[in-house]
């Protein structure tokens, strides 16, 4: 499995698509194998779910996301977990043994930066 984390350099970014970065981590039997970082190539309606989900990815992990984000990722039956805080390896390693949780916090306008990840 294939996990990707919006980052700001090694923590998950608060709003997926104004991150800095997304560290993709390789995974086999419940353990990181490999990981990487890869620049955000730029925000622009559809275009990152669509970016990872050719990428490989399976599970996106950030602080917040809009909707239309959500419903593409979903589309693609990757799995979203939002409402994530702190060092990106440390949270993939939370979900991998089942304790990081989406808390569904969806960002509604993109003047929110109050409302992700809450």
Do not use: W
């Not at 800095?20 to 730029?42: C, K, M, V």
């Not at 991998?96 to 003047?111: D, F, N, P």
């Amino acid at each position: 499995m294939k996990i990707s984390v919006a980052c700001m350099g090694t923590q998950v970014a608060g709003h997926f698509g104004h991150c800095e970065n997304f560290r993709l981590y390789d995974t086999a039997d419940q353990a990181i194998i490999s990981e990487t970082s890869i620049a955000n190539p730029g925000h622009r309606p559809g275009f990152l779910p669509n970016f990872l989900g050719d990428m490989g990815a399976n599970v996106i992990i950030a602080g917040g996301m809009g909707g239309g984000a959500v419903e593409i990722f979903n589309e693609r039956n990757m799995e979203v977990v939002v409402g994530a805080t702190g060092d990106a390896r440390t949270a993939v390693e939370r979900y991998l043994r089942g304790e990081l949780h989406s808390t569904g916090s969806i960002c509604h306008e993109h003047a929110h930066a109050d409302e992700c990840g809450h």
